[in-house]
């Protein structure tokens, strides 16, 4: 009590005597720790709980299992596969399949998608109709049902291959799927591939130049005669004088099927058309809907200036409506990848397919499960990452 | 048909593996490993995984009630332990979700047209009770085809059903044989064979008495025929889970009654006369003489609960697949061994 004044003053300046959970950032801290040890916790129960299920019900586990001989067939392969590869590798035969069917699926979806959407605010009464139409049928079928619909009901009812569809120049269409002639290339070819690699070079360029020279006079230079003659015009020529260095092999009838040339499997056929098909539905809303979203001003305003009603589209509102149509767009990109393991109902071995097959073969259940659901999210989490930077590069365009 | 199945019947009817994948996680199972007979008991019924739909061996008829050979042995197993064969609820599976619904204790035994491999026995967790049905692989084809053998099959297109013995089989077969072949693949039984009969593949292939019993259902069986060769053994038979050696017993030894009472001709018809019989065998078989049914957890009548109920091997498997079924397959390796075959009876002793 001597010097009360030289004991009170570091209190004032302390701060004031609460309690620990009454403050906001410590409490933080210790709400997030606690949760953090929760969540780690549960992973690691799952993790030995597993195994000490695995362990006790005698079932082997581990992913050893993926060196061993995978002793079944493949149908697709892109690359090349045997019954002697192992079963890791066969399930990278399926994940290229999973990726060649999401690819292709996202691009013709994106097509359809974009053809319809903007169908649907045609000013032509009959495009305006079957655009509705298309969006409002296949937007409402499972797709499972349309994928079952063109494989079963459009592909399955095509003739046996002695009695295949000739669609001329060596195409045919039967139950066994579509088959075409195989280009074979002859050592000169790469003349061919040179002068198409330059062409396309010298198309660059060219725009380049008459692009700067719009700027510099405000006189336009048509591009496409000279992109096509230098793209496809070049080449041709070329693979004339080289003396055509590629024939072309024709697939042969043979007791069963036809033999040589390119084959398209039906069930491809069936998962990409109706995949292509189903988002499409969705993708023509999304269309439709980013270019109701620019103002109608923008197009009135163009039109004052004279421009005519495709560049509009084109220059004027298609750039600003994708900045409204990338996000939701997305998310029908990774439904479309993901709706691709429907691909086992109608045997394209997809990577669900092929998965399936190894998890029955070797009864690991539990390491399958958890592949395939690392790969669709590696998968979805890489298109959402392009997409989110293809945004970001989109939305700079407003000024 | 969902009459038939219990919830749980139902919802595996819905899943793919993954939810019973999720089984074996979460340590679902566990608590079905014990002792598996009481499980049984306590809960009422006998819940027994079956084929998705093969006639002859486990289909619903039309009233919705499961009929066929390896039906009759779930309801076997049922009888033995209850004196009811009605009291076992059917649980379709897949050929790729079968062995993961066992793991995961969803169903009790599995019977389901499945071949004993050694990896099987050995890397699953499983055990083979006995082969109810010896069977090997072969093919069938459109008679207008022109095939009369397997080996006339290069650069065919061929259906089958993924995750079996016999699609491993067929690689090997073509290949020994250097042959090729366009395998198309199927998850589920019915889309395999209505891929087949729509003319996707030239060939179907799996065990010969489901290519029998496939020939059914097709739109014009007369049109199809099986092909003379067995390219594989596939001895089919019951399995349940390792480490619980009573319910090992009761699915075995419920096989050999059945295979036994044949012998001594036991039937459905004449069980309880054979009761009085002289014979020593018989009346140990049913229970007369000795304490054989409450050694395995059952009563000592099991074996006539079991012959009341489904009757012994031989009929089962004439009501169901035999010459005086539409499948009209022949005993063949499936006769009693006393009869030029090799199914053959363990001794009640």
Known sequence: MAHPIAEDAPLRTAEPRVSFLNDPVKRGLLVQFVLLVLVVGFFAWIVTNTAENLQRANIASGFGFLDYRAGFDIAQSVVPYSQDASYGYALLVGFINTLVVAVLGVVIASFIGLLVGIGRLSSNWLVRQISTAYVETFRNIPPLLVIFFWYFGVLAVLPQPRDALSLGFGFSLSNRGMFTPRPLFEPAFWVVVAGFAVGIAMTVAFSAWARRKQMRTGQQTRVLPAALALIVGLPLVLFVLAGSPMSLEFPQQTRFNLVGGLQVKPEFIALMLALSIYTAAFIAEIVRAGILAVSHGQTEAAHSLGLRPGPTLRLIVIPQALRVIIPPLTSQYLNLTKNSSLAVAIGYPDLVSVGGTILNQTGQAVEIVIIWMAVYLGISLATSLFMNWFNRRVALVER | ?349
């Open chain 2, 1 to 349: 048909m969902f009459g038939q199945l219990g919830k749980q019947g139902w919802l595996i009817m819905k899943a793919t593996s993954l939810p019973l994948a999720l089984g074996l996680v979460l340590g679902l199972g566990a608590a079905a490993h014990a002792a598996t007979l009481d499980d049984v008991k306590a809960k009422g019924f006998l819940q027994c995984g079956a084929n998705t739909g093969l006639p002859g061996f486990a289909a619903p008829d039309n009233a919705g009630n499961w009929t066929g050979f390896d039906v009759d042995y779930c309801r076997a197993v049922a009888a033995a332990i209850f004196g009811d064969p009605s009291k076992v609820k059917f649980t379709p599976l897949s050929a790729k979700e079968r062995f993961t619904a066992l793991q995961s204790g969803e169903v009790d035994v599995l019977i389901r047209n499945t071949t004993w491999t050694m990896s099987r026995d050995t890397s699953l967790g499983l055990k083979f009770a006995g082969v109810n049905y010896y069977d090997g692989q072969g093919f069938m084809v459109r008679k207008d085809l022109g095939v009369s053998s397997a080996l006339e099959l290069s650069g065919a297109s061929i259906c089958v059903q993924t995750g079996t013995t016999t699609e491993l089989n067929l690689a090997d077969y073509f290949r020994a044989n250097k042959m090729d072949y366009n395998p198309v693949v199927f998850e589920k039984l019915d889309e395999t064979n209505s891929a087949y009969d729509s003319g996707r593949c030239d060939a179907l292939t799996t065990d010969a008495s489901g290519l029998y019993a496939t020939r059914l259902t097709m739109k014009s069986p007369g049109d199809h025929m099986v092909l003379p060769e067995i390219i594989s053994k596939e001895p089919l038979g019951p399995v349940v889970r390792q480490g619980d050696d009573q319910w090992f017993n009761v699915v075995k030894w419920t096989h050999f009654a059945l295979l036994d009472a044949e012998e001594l001709g036991v039937t459905q018809a004449n069980v309880e006369e054979m009761k009085t019989s002289d014979n020593p065998e018989i009346k140990r078989l049913l229970g007369v003489d000795g304490t054989f049914g409450q050694a395995i957890g059952l009563s000592n009548d099991w074996v006539v609960n079991i012959i009341k109920g489904v009757g012994n091997y031989g009929e089962i498997f004439e009501r169901n697949i035999g010459t005086s079924s539409p499948l009209e397959i022949e005993r063949g390796l499936n006769a009693l061994w006393t009869d030029g075959g090799i199914q053959y009876g363990m001794p009640v002793r």
